[in-house]
């Protein structure tokens, strides 16, 4: 096995640990510490592929085929639909959109953790107040 694949197994497994935990809570917010974790790896771990495949990576991996394409419209349309789902909570708890939507709009995942982990944070701490 490669450790390109190693990394593949290791998302997906770590992926479906998160999807049976959002399956089994019934917690109303998200943890603040949890979502900032992820945004600092996969950010590190983004940089990391920018710095050995450089930003070109992205537009090579998304325009070689049409298997490309259907990722990025995949990508497109979750993140998307993640922040139509996640604005209107954001605006409640007083989080400028405009930013958010434009960091989510450049970063996808990356951005969406980060914007997850302030809104997860700024909603605990309106629930203590």
């Known amino acids: 096995m490669?450790?390109?694949?190693?990394?593949?197994?290791v998302i997906m497994l770590g992926g479906f640990a998160a999807l049976l935990s959002i399956l089994l809570k019934r917690s109303v917010?998200?943890?603040?510490?949890?979502?900032?974790?992820?945004f600092i790896a996969f950010?590190?771990?983004?940089?990391i592929q920018i710095g050995q495949e450089g930003i070109i990576g992205f537009w090579i991996n998304h325009t070689a085929n049409l298997s490309g394409i259907q990722v990025w419209w995949d990508l497109v349309t979750c993140a998307l639909i993640a922040l139509f789902l996640i604005?209107?909570?954001?605006?409640?708890?007083g989080m400028n959109?405009?930013?958010?939507?434009?960091?989510?709009?450049?970063?996808?995942?990356?951005?969406l953790l980060a914007m997850c982990a302030r809104l997860f944070?700024?909603?605990?701490r309106a629930a203590a107040a």
């Open 87 to 93: 604005a209107p909570r954001a605006r409640a708890v």
């Open 29 to 38: 917010t998200g943890h603040a510490g949890l979502a900032a974790v992820l």
């Open 43 to 47: 950010a590190a771990f983004t940089a």
């Open 97 to 111: 959109m405009l930013p958010w939507a434009l960091f989510v709009s450049c970063l996808a995942g990356v951005g």
């Open 121 to 124: 944070w700024l909603e605990r």
């Open 2 to 9: 490669s450790s390109l694949e190693a990394i593949f197994i």
